[in-house]
Protein backbone atom coordinates (compact mmCIF):
# COMPACT_ATOMS: atom_id res chain seq x y z
CA UNK A 1 0.00 0.00 0.00
CA UNK A 2 1.19 3.48 -0.84
CA UNK A 3 0.32 6.20 2.15
CA UNK A 4 -1.08 9.28 -0.03
CA UNK A 5 -4.15 11.12 0.68
CA UNK A 6 -5.37 10.68 -3.30
CA UNK A 7 -7.92 13.92 -2.09
CA UNK A 8 -5.49 16.17 -1.34
CA UNK A 9 -3.10 14.90 -4.45
CA UNK A 10 -6.55 15.75 -6.57
CA UNK A 11 -6.92 19.45 -4.74
CA UNK A 12 -3.03 20.21 -5.58
CA UNK A 13 -3.30 19.03 -9.33
CA UNK A 14 -6.27 21.56 -9.28
CA UNK A 15 -4.21 24.58 -7.98
CA UNK A 16 -1.31 23.16 -10.47
CA UNK A 17 -4.06 24.17 -13.37
CA UNK A 18 -4.86 27.78 -12.30
CA UNK A 19 -1.15 28.05 -12.05
CA UNK A 20 -1.02 26.44 -15.94
CA UNK A 21 -4.16 28.76 -16.96
CA UNK A 22 -2.19 32.20 -15.85
CA UNK A 23 0.37 31.18 -17.17
CA UNK A 24 -1.07 30.66 -20.79
CA UNK A 25 -2.73 34.04 -20.31
CA UNK A 26 0.88 35.91 -19.67
CA UNK A 27 1.71 33.92 -23.06
CA UNK A 28 -1.19 35.08 -25.12
CA UNK A 29 -0.74 38.57 -23.29
CA UNK A 30 3.54 38.65 -24.53
CA UNK A 31 3.12 36.76 -27.74
CA UNK A 32 -0.19 38.67 -28.59
CA UNK A 33 -1.11 35.17 -29.71
CA UNK A 34 -4.86 34.13 -31.34
CA UNK A 35 -5.46 30.71 -31.55
CA UNK A 36 -8.07 28.76 -31.04
CA UNK A 37 -6.59 26.03 -30.77
CA UNK A 38 -4.83 27.70 -27.16
CA UNK A 39 -8.39 28.97 -26.10
CA UNK A 40 -9.49 25.06 -26.51
CA UNK A 41 -6.58 24.31 -24.41
CA UNK A 42 -7.31 26.94 -21.56
CA UNK A 43 -10.66 25.55 -21.73
CA UNK A 44 -9.88 22.01 -20.91
CA UNK A 45 -7.72 22.95 -18.09
CA UNK A 46 -10.81 24.88 -16.66
CA UNK A 47 -12.62 21.62 -17.10
CA UNK A 48 -9.95 19.63 -15.43
CA UNK A 49 -10.21 21.92 -12.44
CA UNK A 50 -13.81 21.32 -12.30
CA UNK A 51 -13.06 17.67 -12.13
CA UNK A 52 -10.73 17.48 -9.45
CA UNK A 53 -12.40 19.61 -7.38
CA UNK A 54 -15.47 17.11 -7.88
CA UNK A 55 -13.59 14.19 -7.65
CA UNK A 56 -12.35 15.83 -3.89
CA UNK A 57 -15.81 16.55 -3.05
CA UNK A 58 -17.42 12.87 -4.54
CA UNK A 59 -19.15 11.86 -1.54
CA UNK A 60 -20.90 15.08 -0.93
CA UNK A 61 -23.24 14.82 -4.08
CA UNK A 62 -25.59 12.13 -5.21
CA UNK A 63 -23.82 8.75 -6.21
CA UNK A 64 -25.72 8.70 -10.12
CA UNK A 65 -25.16 12.42 -10.78
CA UNK A 66 -21.46 12.53 -9.46
CA UNK A 67 -20.50 9.15 -11.47
CA UNK A 68 -22.04 11.30 -14.61
CA UNK A 69 -20.76 14.14 -14.47
CA UNK A 70 -17.18 13.01 -13.48
CA UNK A 71 -17.28 11.13 -16.58
CA UNK A 72 -18.59 13.36 -18.91
CA UNK A 73 -16.39 16.09 -18.33
CA UNK A 74 -13.47 13.55 -17.70
CA UNK A 75 -13.69 12.64 -21.17
CA UNK A 76 -14.01 15.66 -23.07
CA UNK A 77 -10.81 17.64 -21.33
CA UNK A 78 -8.92 15.09 -22.03
CA UNK A 79 -10.27 15.20 -25.98
CA UNK A 80 -10.00 19.20 -26.08
CA UNK A 81 -6.14 18.54 -24.57
CA UNK A 82 -5.37 16.02 -27.04
CA UNK A 83 -7.14 17.31 -30.26
CA UNK A 84 -4.80 20.69 -29.19
CA UNK A 85 -1.52 19.03 -29.00
CA UNK A 86 -2.37 16.35 -32.04
CA UNK A 87 -3.86 18.82 -34.52
CA UNK A 88 -1.60 22.27 -33.57
CA UNK A 89 -0.19 22.34 -36.92
CA UNK A 90 -3.00 22.40 -39.16
CA UNK A 91 -5.22 25.75 -39.64
CA UNK A 92 -7.66 25.31 -37.23
CA UNK A 93 -11.48 24.39 -38.88
CA UNK A 94 -14.23 23.68 -36.66
CA UNK A 95 -15.63 21.34 -38.91
CA UNK A 96 -13.05 19.01 -38.26
CA UNK A 97 -13.28 19.50 -34.67
CA UNK A 98 -16.28 18.40 -34.53
CA UNK A 99 -16.07 15.25 -36.16
CA UNK A 100 -13.54 14.24 -33.78
CA UNK A 101 -16.44 15.53 -31.34
CA UNK A 102 -17.36 12.25 -32.02
CA UNK A 103 -14.86 10.07 -30.06
CA UNK A 104 -15.30 11.58 -26.68
CA UNK A 105 -19.76 11.38 -27.50
CA UNK A 106 -19.39 7.67 -27.81
CA UNK A 107 -17.03 6.63 -25.00
CA UNK A 108 -19.40 9.10 -22.53
CA UNK A 109 -22.67 7.13 -24.04
CA UNK A 110 -20.58 3.81 -23.39
CA UNK A 111 -19.56 4.74 -19.55
CA UNK A 112 -23.20 5.54 -18.80
CA UNK A 113 -24.21 2.08 -19.33
CA UNK A 114 -21.97 1.02 -16.54
CA UNK A 115 -23.29 3.66 -14.55
CA UNK A 116 -25.03 0.82 -12.33
CA UNK A 117 -21.70 -1.55 -12.09
CA UNK A 118 -19.49 -1.82 -9.74
CA UNK A 119 -16.91 0.80 -8.55
CA UNK A 120 -13.81 -1.32 -9.91
CA UNK A 121 -15.90 -1.68 -13.07
CA UNK A 122 -16.41 1.83 -13.58
CA UNK A 123 -12.54 2.30 -13.05
CA UNK A 124 -11.73 -0.40 -15.80
CA UNK A 125 -14.20 1.50 -18.29
CA UNK A 126 -13.16 4.66 -17.52
CA UNK A 127 -9.38 3.90 -18.30
CA UNK A 128 -9.85 2.38 -21.37
CA UNK A 129 -12.04 4.75 -22.54
CA UNK A 130 -9.03 7.45 -21.75
CA UNK A 131 -6.01 5.04 -22.87
CA UNK A 132 -7.79 4.83 -26.46
CA UNK A 133 -7.90 8.68 -26.47
CA UNK A 134 -3.82 8.57 -26.03
CA UNK A 135 -3.23 6.01 -28.10
CA UNK A 136 -5.03 7.70 -30.97
CA UNK A 137 -3.38 11.00 -30.21
CA UNK A 138 0.20 9.26 -29.95
CA UNK A 139 -0.49 7.56 -33.36
CA UNK A 140 -1.57 10.77 -35.17
CA UNK A 141 1.77 12.46 -33.68
CA UNK A 142 4.06 9.25 -34.36
CA UNK A 143 3.05 8.32 -37.50
CA UNK A 144 1.93 12.11 -38.98
CA UNK A 145 4.66 13.51 -41.55
CA UNK A 146 6.32 16.92 -40.99
CA UNK A 147 6.27 16.69 -37.12
CA UNK A 148 8.45 18.35 -34.80
CA UNK A 149 11.04 16.45 -32.55
CA UNK A 150 8.72 17.84 -29.55
CA UNK A 151 5.51 16.43 -31.34
CA UNK A 152 7.49 12.85 -31.22
CA UNK A 153 9.01 13.37 -27.81
CA UNK A 154 5.41 14.31 -27.00
CA UNK A 155 3.62 11.39 -29.06
CA UNK A 156 5.82 9.26 -27.02
CA UNK A 157 4.79 10.64 -23.47
CA UNK A 158 1.43 9.89 -24.83
CA UNK A 159 2.27 6.05 -25.14
CA UNK A 160 3.47 5.93 -22.04
CA UNK A 161 0.51 7.63 -20.35
CA UNK A 162 -1.93 5.20 -21.73
CA UNK A 163 0.19 1.70 -20.45
CA UNK A 164 0.01 4.11 -17.11
CA UNK A 165 -3.85 4.22 -17.32
CA UNK A 166 -4.40 0.39 -18.54
CA UNK A 167 -1.85 -0.72 -15.93
CA UNK A 168 -5.02 1.03 -13.56
CA UNK A 169 -7.40 -0.73 -15.88
CA UNK A 170 -5.66 -4.31 -15.05
CA UNK A 171 -5.25 -3.21 -11.39
CA UNK A 172 -9.26 -2.54 -11.07
CA UNK A 173 -9.85 -5.33 -12.55
CA UNK A 174 -7.57 -8.11 -10.67
CA UNK A 175 -7.98 -6.69 -7.24
CA UNK A 176 -10.60 -7.08 -5.16
CA UNK A 177 -12.78 -4.15 -3.55
CA UNK A 178 -10.85 -1.33 -5.53
CA UNK A 179 -12.41 1.54 -5.09
CA UNK A 180 -11.65 5.48 -6.58
CA UNK A 181 -9.28 5.92 -3.21
CA UNK A 182 -7.61 3.18 -3.07
CA UNK A 183 -4.02 3.27 -1.50
CA UNK A 184 -3.56 0.07 -3.71
CA UNK A 185 0.23 1.17 -5.41
CA UNK A 186 -0.87 -0.94 -8.73
CA UNK A 187 -3.85 1.81 -8.25
CA UNK A 188 -1.91 5.12 -7.03
CA UNK A 189 1.19 4.83 -9.01
CA UNK A 190 -0.11 5.63 -12.40
CA UNK A 191 -2.88 8.74 -10.82
CA UNK A 192 0.92 10.39 -9.30
CA UNK A 193 2.99 9.46 -12.87
CA UNK A 194 -0.32 10.42 -14.98
CA UNK A 195 -1.02 14.26 -13.07
CA UNK A 196 2.59 14.82 -13.06
CA UNK A 197 2.96 14.36 -16.57
CA UNK A 198 -0.76 16.47 -17.13
CA UNK A 199 1.26 19.37 -15.66
CA UNK A 200 4.56 18.89 -18.10
CA UNK A 201 1.62 19.36 -21.18
CA UNK A 202 1.49 22.85 -21.44
CA UNK A 203 5.34 23.38 -21.61
CA UNK A 204 5.23 21.10 -24.41
CA UNK A 205 2.26 23.02 -26.33
CA UNK A 206 4.30 26.35 -25.93
CA UNK A 207 7.44 24.59 -27.08
CA UNK A 208 5.28 23.42 -29.96
CA UNK A 209 3.97 26.80 -30.79
CA UNK A 210 7.28 28.34 -30.37
CA UNK A 211 8.62 25.69 -32.83
CA UNK A 212 6.66 26.37 -35.45
CA UNK A 213 6.79 29.56 -35.40
CA UNK A 214 10.66 29.96 -35.69
CA UNK A 215 10.19 27.30 -38.51
CA UNK A 216 7.51 29.42 -40.30
CA UNK A 217 9.71 32.50 -39.66
CA UNK A 218 13.02 30.50 -41.05
CA UNK A 219 11.01 29.24 -44.57
CA UNK A 220 9.43 33.33 -44.68
CA UNK A 221 12.62 34.46 -44.64
CA UNK A 222 14.44 31.94 -46.86
CA UNK A 223 11.53 32.66 -49.29
CA UNK A 224 11.62 36.61 -48.74
CA UNK A 225 15.63 36.78 -49.43
CA UNK A 226 14.93 34.41 -52.43
CA UNK A 227 11.76 36.65 -53.52
CA UNK A 228 14.07 39.80 -53.02
CA UNK A 229 16.83 38.48 -55.05
CA UNK A 230 14.33 37.43 -58.16
CA UNK A 231 12.86 41.15 -57.86
CA UNK A 232 16.60 42.53 -57.93
CA UNK A 233 17.70 40.66 -60.96
CA UNK A 234 14.31 41.38 -62.80
CA UNK A 235 14.71 45.37 -61.89
CA UNK A 236 18.10 45.40 -63.54
CA UNK A 237 16.28 44.38 -66.65
CA UNK A 238 13.90 47.03 -67.65
CA UNK A 239 16.44 49.87 -65.49
CA UNK A 240 19.13 48.52 -68.03
CA UNK A 241 16.82 49.33 -71.11
CA UNK A 242 15.91 52.98 -70.24
CA UNK A 243 19.74 53.53 -69.55
CA UNK A 244 20.19 52.14 -73.23
CA UNK A 245 17.34 53.89 -74.59
CA UNK A 246 18.48 57.06 -72.88
CA UNK A 247 21.73 57.03 -74.46
CA UNK A 248 20.80 56.11 -77.82
CA UNK A 249 18.40 58.86 -77.85
CA UNK A 250 20.80 61.62 -76.33
CA UNK A 251 24.04 60.49 -77.99
CA UNK A 252 23.20 59.59 -81.93
CA UNK A 253 21.99 61.02 -84.80
CA UNK A 254 18.62 58.88 -85.11
CA UNK A 255 15.29 59.55 -87.83
CA UNK A 256 11.88 59.69 -86.62
CA UNK A 257 10.67 56.66 -87.01
CA UNK A 258 13.43 55.10 -84.80
CA UNK A 259 12.87 58.02 -82.40
CA UNK A 260 9.43 57.35 -81.93
CA UNK A 261 9.87 53.28 -81.44
CA UNK A 262 12.45 54.22 -78.70
CA UNK A 263 9.98 56.68 -77.10
CA UNK A 264 7.44 53.96 -77.53
CA UNK A 265 9.65 51.28 -75.55
CA UNK A 266 10.95 53.99 -73.40
CA UNK A 267 7.59 54.64 -71.96
CA UNK A 268 6.53 51.11 -71.54
CA UNK A 269 9.46 50.20 -69.81
CA UNK A 270 9.18 52.83 -67.76
CA UNK A 271 5.61 52.30 -66.58
CA UNK A 272 6.76 48.20 -66.00
CA UNK A 273 9.13 49.40 -63.90
CA UNK A 274 6.69 52.14 -62.04
CA UNK A 275 4.17 49.18 -61.47
CA UNK A 276 6.65 46.66 -60.54
CA UNK A 277 8.41 49.31 -57.69
CA UNK A 278 4.16 50.24 -56.42
CA UNK A 279 3.22 46.20 -56.10
CA UNK A 280 6.49 45.71 -54.42
CA UNK A 281 6.47 48.56 -52.24
CA UNK A 282 3.05 47.67 -51.32
CA UNK A 283 3.42 44.14 -50.67
CA UNK A 284 6.52 44.55 -48.34
CA UNK A 285 4.67 47.23 -46.15
CA UNK A 286 1.51 45.15 -45.88
CA UNK A 287 4.19 42.44 -44.63
CA UNK A 288 5.83 44.59 -42.30
CA UNK A 289 2.32 45.39 -40.99
CA UNK A 290 2.47 49.03 -41.93
CA UNK A 291 -0.87 48.43 -44.75
CA UNK A 292 -3.59 47.66 -42.29
CA UNK A 293 -7.02 45.98 -43.37
CA UNK A 294 -10.20 48.45 -42.74
CA UNK A 295 -12.67 46.72 -44.44
CA UNK A 296 -15.72 48.50 -45.65
CA UNK A 297 -18.87 48.16 -47.46
CA UNK A 298 -17.24 48.98 -51.06
CA UNK A 299 -19.00 49.04 -54.44
CA UNK A 300 -16.90 46.76 -56.46
CA UNK A 301 -18.89 47.26 -59.82
CA UNK A 302 -17.53 50.80 -59.13
CA UNK A 303 -14.03 50.10 -58.45
CA UNK A 304 -14.12 47.86 -61.52
CA UNK A 305 -15.38 50.76 -63.87
CA UNK A 306 -12.79 53.41 -62.78
CA UNK A 307 -10.05 51.05 -63.40
CA UNK A 308 -11.38 50.39 -66.85
CA UNK A 309 -11.33 54.37 -67.29
CA UNK A 310 -7.87 54.38 -66.02
CA UNK A 311 -6.71 51.77 -68.70
CA UNK A 312 -8.81 53.61 -71.19
CA UNK A 313 -5.38 54.49 -73.31
CA UNK A 314 -3.91 51.02 -73.44
CA UNK A 315 -7.09 49.32 -74.47
CA UNK A 316 -7.66 51.82 -77.26
CA UNK A 317 -3.91 51.14 -78.28
CA UNK A 318 -4.48 47.43 -78.78
CA UNK A 319 -7.92 48.08 -80.19
CA UNK A 320 -9.02 45.74 -77.14
CA UNK A 321 -13.26 44.97 -75.80
CA UNK A 322 -13.04 45.36 -71.89
CA UNK A 323 -16.52 44.91 -70.72
CA UNK A 324 -17.85 44.42 -67.58
CA UNK A 325 -21.19 42.94 -67.83
CA UNK A 326 -23.04 43.06 -64.21
CA UNK A 327 -23.89 46.85 -64.49
CA UNK A 328 -25.63 47.04 -61.01
CA UNK A 329 -23.96 47.72 -57.63
CA UNK A 330 -22.21 44.46 -55.79
CA UNK A 331 -21.21 45.43 -52.40
CA UNK A 332 -18.29 43.09 -50.99
CA UNK A 333 -17.07 44.24 -47.36
CA UNK A 334 -13.46 44.56 -47.97
CA UNK A 335 -10.44 47.03 -47.84
CA UNK A 336 -11.36 49.51 -50.46
CA UNK A 337 -7.36 50.34 -51.10
CA UNK A 338 -6.58 46.60 -51.53
CA UNK A 339 -8.92 45.46 -53.36
CA UNK A 340 -8.31 48.33 -56.21
CA UNK A 341 -5.24 47.20 -55.94
CA UNK A 342 -6.44 43.62 -57.28
CA UNK A 343 -8.63 44.53 -59.63
CA UNK A 344 -6.05 47.15 -61.57
CA UNK A 345 -3.34 44.38 -60.99
CA UNK A 346 -5.78 41.78 -62.87
CA UNK A 347 -6.76 44.14 -65.32
CA UNK A 348 -3.27 45.16 -66.01
CA UNK A 349 -2.27 41.65 -66.98
CA UNK A 350 -5.43 40.99 -69.22
CA UNK A 351 -4.61 43.33 -71.08
CA UNK A 352 -0.64 42.56 -71.28
CA UNK A 353 -1.52 38.98 -72.19
CA UNK A 354 -4.51 40.05 -74.87
CA UNK A 355 -3.25 39.78 -78.43
CA UNK A 356 -4.69 43.44 -80.29
CA UNK A 357 -8.20 43.00 -81.44
CA UNK A 358 -8.66 40.62 -78.39
CA UNK A 359 -11.44 40.76 -75.63
CA UNK A 360 -11.68 40.84 -72.07
CA UNK A 361 -15.00 40.60 -70.16
CA UNK A 362 -15.28 40.52 -66.31
CA UNK A 363 -18.65 39.16 -64.95
CA UNK A 364 -20.23 37.66 -61.67
CA UNK A 365 -19.45 34.05 -61.71
CA UNK A 366 -22.12 33.46 -58.54
CA UNK A 367 -23.28 34.87 -55.03
CA UNK A 368 -23.05 31.97 -52.54
CA UNK A 369 -25.53 32.96 -49.84
CA UNK A 370 -24.74 30.40 -48.08
CA UNK A 371 -21.01 31.26 -47.03
CA UNK A 372 -22.20 35.04 -47.52
CA UNK A 373 -19.83 35.50 -50.46
CA UNK A 374 -19.64 36.44 -54.13
CA UNK A 375 -17.05 35.33 -57.03
CA UNK A 376 -16.26 37.57 -59.96
CA UNK A 377 -14.40 36.02 -63.02
CA UNK A 378 -12.10 38.23 -65.40
CA UNK A 379 -11.81 36.40 -69.50
CA UNK A 380 -9.50 37.04 -71.72
CA UNK A 381 -8.43 35.43 -74.69
CA UNK A 382 -4.93 36.03 -74.12
CA UNK A 383 -1.68 33.66 -74.39
CA UNK A 384 -2.91 31.85 -71.28
CA UNK A 385 -0.64 29.83 -68.79
CA UNK A 386 0.49 25.95 -69.12
CA UNK A 387 -0.66 23.71 -65.84
CA UNK A 388 3.34 24.16 -64.21
CA UNK A 389 2.73 27.65 -64.17
CA UNK A 390 -0.66 28.05 -62.67
CA UNK A 391 0.69 26.32 -59.70
CA UNK A 392 3.92 28.77 -58.99
CA UNK A 393 1.94 31.79 -59.82
CA UNK A 394 1.06 32.59 -55.69
CA UNK A 395 4.03 31.23 -54.49
CA UNK A 396 6.41 33.51 -52.75
CA UNK A 397 9.59 31.57 -53.88
CA UNK A 398 8.36 30.89 -57.43
CA UNK A 399 10.64 31.86 -60.54
CA UNK A 400 7.70 32.31 -62.64
CA UNK A 401 8.33 34.68 -65.27
CA UNK A 402 6.24 35.54 -68.53
CA UNK A 403 6.18 37.77 -71.18
CA UNK A 404 3.43 39.84 -72.87
CA UNK A 405 2.14 40.50 -76.30
CA UNK A 406 4.23 43.12 -76.95
CA UNK A 407 7.14 41.23 -75.03
CA UNK A 408 6.71 43.24 -71.67
CA UNK A 409 8.78 40.95 -69.54
CA UNK A 410 6.39 40.34 -65.91
CA UNK A 411 7.48 38.98 -62.54
CA UNK A 412 4.65 37.63 -61.13
CA UNK A 413 4.55 40.00 -58.31
CA UNK A 414 1.11 41.44 -59.12
CA UNK A 415 -0.47 38.49 -58.52
CA UNK A 416 1.42 37.50 -55.38
CA UNK A 417 0.11 41.05 -54.20
CA UNK A 418 -3.45 39.84 -54.80
CA UNK A 419 -3.07 36.78 -53.47
CA UNK A 420 -1.89 38.56 -50.25
CA UNK A 421 -4.33 41.37 -49.78
CA UNK A 422 -7.15 38.75 -50.69
CA UNK A 423 -6.18 36.58 -47.66
CA UNK A 424 -6.33 40.00 -45.88
CA UNK A 425 -9.77 40.57 -46.78
CA UNK A 426 -10.84 36.84 -46.03
CA UNK A 427 -11.29 36.83 -49.80
CA UNK A 428 -9.49 33.91 -52.72
CA UNK A 429 -8.83 34.01 -56.02
CA UNK A 430 -7.53 30.83 -58.05
CA UNK A 431 -6.53 30.67 -62.04
CA UNK A 432 -7.96 28.54 -64.91
CA UNK A 433 -5.84 28.64 -68.20
CA UNK A 434 -5.34 26.72 -71.27
CA UNK A 435 -2.09 27.90 -73.45
CA UNK A 436 -3.17 30.15 -76.10
CA UNK A 437 -6.56 29.56 -74.98
CA UNK A 438 -6.87 32.51 -72.89
CA UNK A 439 -6.71 32.96 -68.86
CA UNK A 440 -10.05 33.03 -66.19
CA UNK A 441 -9.11 34.50 -62.53
CA UNK A 442 -11.97 34.00 -60.08
CA UNK A 443 -11.86 36.51 -57.26
CA UNK A 444 -14.32 35.43 -54.44
CA UNK A 445 -15.02 38.51 -51.43
CA UNK A 446 -17.44 38.26 -48.53
CA UNK A 447 -20.60 40.32 -48.91
CA UNK A 448 -21.30 42.91 -47.22
CA UNK A 449 -24.47 43.85 -45.12
CA UNK A 450 -25.48 46.49 -48.11
CA UNK A 451 -28.17 44.71 -50.04
CA UNK A 452 -26.50 43.37 -53.58
CA UNK A 453 -28.38 43.75 -56.96
CA UNK A 454 -27.59 42.28 -59.50
Known sequence: MVNIDVKTLFIFSAAANIFIIALFAI????????????????????LGILFLIILS???????????????????????YELYCISFIDRKFNFRHFKQYLLIPLILSIIAYFFITSSESHRIVIMSLNVAIMYIISSYILLTAKGKTKIQYLTGYMFTIISLLILTRSFGALKINGVEMYSMNYVMVIPVIFYLTLNLIFPLLLIFILKEKDNLKLRELNKSKNKFFSIIAHDLRGPLGGLQQIGELLWLNNINDEVREKLTKTLYQNSKNTFNLLDNLLKWANANAGLIVCKPTNLNIQEIIANNIHLFKSQIKLKNLSLNCNFKNDLFVYADSNMIDTVIRNLISNSIKFTPDDGEIEIDLDKIDETNNTCTIVIIDNGVGLDKETQLKVFELNSTVSTYGTNKEKGTGLGLKLCKEFLTLNNGNIRVKSNVKNGTRVYVSLPLSTYKTAI
Do not use: A, C
Open 27 to 46: YIRIYKEKNPIIDIFVLSRV
Open 57 to 79: LRDGLPSHLSIIINSTIYLFLVY
